[in-house]
Each structure stands twice: as C-alpha cells, then as structure tokens.
T-cell receptor, first 114, second 116 residues
Framework: AQKVTQAQTEISVVEKEDVTLDCVYE???????LFWYKQPPSGELVFLIR??????QNEISGRYSWNFQKSTSSFNFTITASQVVDSAVYFCALYPDNFNKFYFGSGTKLNVKP | DTGVSQDPRHKITKRGQNVTFRCDPI?????LYWYRQTLGQGPEFLTYFQNEAQLEKSRLLSDRFSAERPKGSFSTLEIQRTEQGDSAMYLC??????????????FGQGTRLTVV
C-alpha cells in the first residue's frame, strides 16, 4: 500500500524557534519521489522540495532543511528561525513511479506566533 | 506563463445542479491531475491525463463526475446532480513527464465548491 503519515496535526511555536515537521511513508516501489508542499490560507499548494529515492543527500536551502532517511522511511522538514509568514499547512507527498500519482499525508498545520 | 490557473475560484450551487470547473495547466506540461481536498485532509487523487488521454480514474470519481482534456491543453471537470458531499476544494496540477522522469507538480489555487 502507498501511504503517507504526518502524525503531527498541529504545531504552535513562537517566532524564531526552530520547528521540525515529521513525515513517514510506505511504498514497495524502489523508485519514488518525495515532496513537501506548503498550503497557505489562500489555498494554493506551493512546491517546496522534491527528492528521489536514490538521493539521500540532505539539503539546506535558506531557513529550510530536509532529512531523508530510507532506513526509517522518513522525510522530515525543518524550518530554522521560524517566522509568522511560515504559518500554513504543510503536506508531505509520495509519488511512486509505478503508480503515476501523488499520495498526500493529512497535513501539519503550523502556527507561528509573534 | 504564470502557473496553473483554475476557474472559478469559488462556486456555490444548489443540490442537484451541474457544475463545471476549468483548469489551464502550465503550457509545456503534458500531464494534468485533478485532486479533491476536504477540510482538514490532504488532497485525494481523482484522475489524471497524459496529453489528451485520461489514463486513470479513482474510485472516488463516481458516474456523476467526468473529466476531459481536449487537445491535451486545458481540462474540465464536470459534476452532475451535485450532492452536499461533493462540497470540497478541487485542485488541478500539472507536470512534465519525459520518459521515466516526472518533474514536480505545480498546483493551481483550486476551486472551492459549496453545495447547499
């Protein structure tokens, strides 16, 4: 079965705190892609990052960083020095190559308070 | 190109009416997806097109739903005899598939349907 689990329903932090959003996925495909999307109140899903199953190199982009670990089937996302504008719902998604579609988690709502 | 466009952004309709939504993908993208998102949930797959061919439909897509993508450009999603359970955000996304490589999908802002 293809599945994405985001166990954290809602997280609240104070501005400038670091926050990590967890994502665990299930797939038997050996080739797959993992994504993080941000959904602000306006509703549009904004692409943040894409990783393929053969690339476990972790990445830092500005205040964002990602930790991909195949051994634990996790693809976690960290925001450093959070800002109020980071407040949104964040979705982790799995794209198994043999299924040709995205499987989304249920999302984590991040509230960053000033 | 400014991204994926969806029209309308909001639609309120009475139960039993038909509604049609439009999606204009990024121009060079050959794959187009429709997803549905209900409150507090992640998007759920409905259907996708590769160029003009509809290659897969979810079981969520009952007989009252139909999607088209004539000429492999824009797509329409029609819901006939709407029910209150159809109330949701309908999201369209597009991506470029070249061989076995699929780029990230870019989503539109969605059409929020409310059936009263």
């Amino acid at each position: 079965a293809q599945k994405v689990t985001q166990a954290q329903t809602e997280i609240s932090v104070v501005e400038k705190e670091d926050v990590t959003l967890d994502c665990v996925y299930e797939t038997r495909d050996t080739t797959y892609y993992l994504f993080w999307y941000k959904q602000p109140p306006s509703g549009e899903l904004v692409f943040l990052i894409r990783r393929n199953s053969f690339d476990e190199q972790n990445e830092i982009s500005g205040r964002y960083s990602w930790n991909f670990q195949k051994s634990t089937s996790s693809f976690n996302f960290t925001i450093t020095a959070s800002q109020v504008v980071d407040s949104a719902v964040y979705f982790c998604a799995l794209y198994p190559d043999n299924f040709n579609k995205f499987y989304f988690g249920s999302g984590t709502k991040l509230n960053v308070k000033p | 190109d400014t991204g994926v466009s969806q029209d309308p952004r909001h639609k309120i309709t009475k139960r039993g009416q038909n509604v049609t939504f439009r999606c204009d993908p990024i121009s060079e993208h050959n794959r187009l997806y429709w997803y549905r998102q209900t409150l507090g949930q992640g998007p759920e797959f409905l259907t996708y097109f590769q160029n003009e061919a509809q290659l897969e439909k979810s079981r969520l897509l009952s007989d009252r739903f139909s999607a088209e993508r004539p000429k492999g450009s824009f797509s329409t999603l029609e819901i006939q005899r709407t029910e209150q359970g159809d109330s949701a955000m309908y999201l369209c996304a597009s991506s470029l598939v070249q061989g076995i490589v699929n780029t990230e999908a870019f989503f539109g802002q969605g059409t929020r349907l409310t059936v009263v």
